[in-house]
């Protein structure tokens, strides 16, 4: 289960000389890393209503990074790399490795491959929605392939 945010307070409300108000936030995730959000908010904001809209805010930010990061990691390391999944889920990051594959240079797309090759039948079935049989056609037509291509870049650049 990805982590989410479980707490959320307001920890300072200042009223400002022109009226605004100097607001600190403190969000909490579920594995306990917490985040401050200072903001100035118009003498008549719900303030309460905009802390719950910074916490969703907050989360899917944090859900955007660490699947930015991790598409960035495989797309440069191949099988090397080691995704992380405390905010985002596997599915949610096949879906934007399939996104950028479309738009991948190729020596990205030789490292995706070659992070893919890496799986398991079973979890490119599970990850990509293939049958048995796509799979091996899948791995013998582009994986194998990119896998050896990157050894081959790996080799050469001294990794």
């Known amino acids: 289960m990805a ?5 959320s307070s ?3 409300d200042l009223r400002q000389i022109d009226g605004r108000r100097a607001i600190q936030e ?3 995730d579920s594995v306990g890393r917490q985040y401050s959000n200072l903001y100035l908010a118009t003498a008549l904001l719900d303030v309460s209503a905009q802390l719950a809209i910074n916490a969703s805010t907050l989360l899917a930010q944090m859900v955007a990074a660490e699947i930015a ?3 960035d990691s495989v797309s440069t390391i191949g099988s090397l790399a080691s995704p992380t999944f405390v905010y ?3 599915a949610a990051n096949v879906a934007a490795l ?3 594959y479309a738009l991948a240079t190729r020596s990205q797309v030789i490292m995706m491959g070659d992070f893919l090759a890496s799986l398991t039948d079973g979890q490119l079935q599970t990850a990509f929605g293939l049958t048995a049989g796509q799979v091996t056609t899948l791995r013998t037509n582009k994986l194998t ?3 050896t291509a990157a050894t081959t870049i790996r ?5």
Do not use: C, E, Y
């Open 3 to 7: 982590a989410s945010i479980v707490s």
């Open 10 to 12: 307001i920890l300072a």
């Open 26 to 28: 403190l969000h909490t």
């Open 69 to 71: 990061a991790n598409i």
């Open 88 to 90: 985002s889920t596997v």
């Open 98 to 100: 399939r996104a950028a």
């Open 145 to 147: 392939p990119a896998a």
């Open 155 to 159: 080799a050469a650049s001294g990794q």
